[in-house]
């Protein structure tokens, strides 16, 4: 098991539709630690580096607009395997495939609004972290429940 951090971004229909509360009570539930968290307004330049992997791409200018239109909440957390972890809690990308008990299965419908974001591999995770966050932002602390939750 390798304690991980992982990147979240809830998405600006997760801010809006006043989602934020429900999504973090299952991170927090889960035993994944809050290590940073801000609301933040996506800029064009931002969103581009971001998806960058996605430019040229039919759904491109769509996805842009949408992750630019309206305030996010970037997130850090951390735990044993939370890139794993953290991806099959929101489900599949496409919110109307996903399976209901995940995120995206409970709270969503479509793929062009499909809540949150969250990073695909430890590699991505570092890249995602430095995108939105400084390094004094991002806590090292200990849980109270930390002896409860791991063995
Ligand atoms: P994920 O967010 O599950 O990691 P991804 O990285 O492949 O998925 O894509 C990033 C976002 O781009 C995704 O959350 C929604 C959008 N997207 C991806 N594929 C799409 C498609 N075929 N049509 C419309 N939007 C798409
Ligand atoms: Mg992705």
């Known amino acids: 098991m390798a304690r991980e951090r992982t990147f979240v971004l809830l998405k600006p229909d997760a801010v809006q539709r006043a989602l934020v509360g429900a999504i973090v009570e299952r991170f927090e539930r889960r035993g994944l630690k809050l290590v940073a968290m801000k609301t933040t ?4 330049e931002l969103a581009e ?25 970037a997130i850090v957390l951390e735990g044993d395997e939370a890139v794993a ?18 995120i995206r299965g409970d709270f969503g419908i479509q ?22 966050f400084a390094p004094a932002e ?5 849980r109270v429940d930390e002896a409860w939750v791991y063995e």
């Open 85 to 102: 972890v953290v991806r099959k809690m929101m489900g599949k990308t496409n919110a109307a495939e996903a399976e209901p008990g995940t």
């Open 111 to 132: 793929i062009g609004r499909n809540l949150i974001h969250g990073s695909d591999s430890v590699p991505t995770a570092k890249r995602e972290i430095g995108l939105f």
């Open 41 to 44: 307004k996506v800029s064009r």
């Open 138 to 142: 991002l806590l090292d602390y200990a």
């Open 49 to 73: 580096t971001y998806y960058l992997e996605h430019k040229g791409k039919p759904f491109f200018a769509a996805l842009v607009k949408y992750i630019t239109s309206a305030p996010s909440v």
